[in-house]
């Protein structure tokens, strides 16, 4: 199984809550096999700093690492 998060920009206010309890749940799906990835429009760059507000709103070491990668769409060639 997977699950795809789908979002319209990194550093939103909605999107940043969804990813930040998506990555503390990581640890269950991946009990299960699921595997997850994420989809921004933004550039890589601005996913590495936004991976460390995601991680910094869960009370962890604002890291630019998360436990699935997220896709760079700045093109909007996937979305």
């Known amino acids: ?14 999107c940043t809550t969804e990813l930040g309890r998506a990555a503390k749940l990581a640890p269950e799906f991946s009990k299960r096999n699921v595997k997850m ?28 690492k998360l436990p699935f990668p997220i896709i760079a769409d700045a093109n909007r ?3």
């Open 1 to 14: 199984w997977g699950i795809l998060f789908s979002h319209p920009r990194d550093f939103t206010p909605v």
């Open 37 to 64: 990835i994420a989809l921004s429009i933004d550039n890589v760059q601005d996913h590495l700093s936004w991976s460390k507000d995601i991680n910094a709103y869960n009370g962890e070491q604002p890291e630019e």
């Open 77 to 79: 060639e996937l979305a």
